[in-house]
């Protein structure tokens, strides 16, 4: 029989997994950005904010950019979640890291392009073309997965 204490550990480590993924993964992708767009942190923190108040976040207060950053940290607590979650059911996840990692980088990518983005308030109508694209989905496979 398993004891409560026995579990504790347990839970303790899944937490801490998905803590230490998710706001590295947040952090890491944040900075990212702010190389590849040659931007700062608060125009990036704009643009994650400008999905749920549209291009109004130009003219409003600094105050967005912490909705920006705590929508950032907060998508990625959840993918972070998801990842750790579903690696207890397939331990593959976790022994194979070093492929399944940079895997599920793209389909943070793919979903955020293609799901996420056409339906929040951001006028996305195309995706990154030629380098940009390159540099984003390598950002999503080693600093994300």
């Not at 230490?20 to 923190?45: E, K, N, P, Q, R």
């Not at 389909?107 to 390159?134: G, H, Q, R």
């Amino acid at each position: 029989m398993v004891s409560i204490s026995d579990r504790a550990p347990a839970r303790r480590n899944v937490l801490g997994a998905i803590l230490a993924g998710g706001f590295m993964a947040a952090t890491f992708d944040f900075f990212a950005a702010m190389l590849i767009y040659g931007g700062t942190a608060s125009g990036v923190a704009k643009a994650i904010a400008r999905g749920w108040y549209g291009a109004a976040v130009k003219t409003m207060p600094p105050i967005v950019d912490v909705v920006g950053i705590a929508s950032h940290y907060g998508i990625l607590l959840i993918a972070a979640t998801l990842f750790v979650l579903t690696s207890l059911r397939f331990p593959v996840l976790r022994q194979r890291a070093w492929i399944t990692g940079p895997l599920f980088g793209i389909c943070i990518y793919l979903v955020m392009n293609f799901v996420i983005l056409p339906i929040c308030a951001v006028d996305a109508t195309s995706n990154p073309a030629e380098i940009k694209l390159v540099e984003e989905d390598a950002g999503h496979m080693f600093f994300i997965g």
